[in-house]
């Protein structure tokens, strides 16, 4: 137990600079729970939805392979931590007629969690 404490406490000396802004990678885990039906962080892996590996300063709708809707194509969107957020609150209010099927994350700390975890699992 303490030594588990320990490990932990180490994660988050180390994590924390980069993770102070952008939320808590370990949380944004179990939210991408949410996401993992139609998405996965493993390159080339295109479930119902794209592949996010390397996601992250990406052009919305550009990964060769992929079936976008014009909508997403269109937006040309660079995702970041802001365009992201502003995505995943409400998907269709920020990309009318895209075909992503997803209601939102109304909770801006999941969101935040979510892209902390994004960030670190998608550098591919
Ligand atoms: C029901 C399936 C489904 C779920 C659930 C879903 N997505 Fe998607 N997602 C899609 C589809 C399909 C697209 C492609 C949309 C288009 O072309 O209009 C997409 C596109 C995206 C894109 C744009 C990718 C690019 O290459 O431009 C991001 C980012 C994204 N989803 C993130 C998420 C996250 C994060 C979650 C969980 C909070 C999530 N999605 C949940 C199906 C889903």
């Known amino acids: 137990m303490v030594s588990k404490f320990a490990a932990l406490a180490v994660a988050m000396l180390i994590a924390s600079p980069a993770l102070a802004q952008a939320g808590d990678a370990a949380k944004g885990k179990a939210v991408f729970a949410r996401c993992m039906a139609c998405h996965s962080v493993d390159p080339g892996a295109n479930r119902l ?3 996010l590996a390397g996601v992250m300063g990406r052009t919305s709708g550009t990964m060769a392979g992929f079936a976008y809707s014009p909508a997403m194509k269109n937006a040309k969107i660079r995702w970041d931590a ?7 609150a409400k998907p269709t209010a920020k990309v009318p007629g895209s075909k992503m099927i997803f209601a939102g994350l109304p909770n ?3 969101r935040a969690n979510l892209i902390a975890y ?5 550098k591919k």
């Open 49 to 51: 939805g794209p592949s």
């Open 82 to 88: 802001k365009t992201l957020d502003a995505f995943l």
């Open 108 to 110: 801006p700390a999941d």
């Open 118 to 122: 994004l960030a670190s699992a998608t």
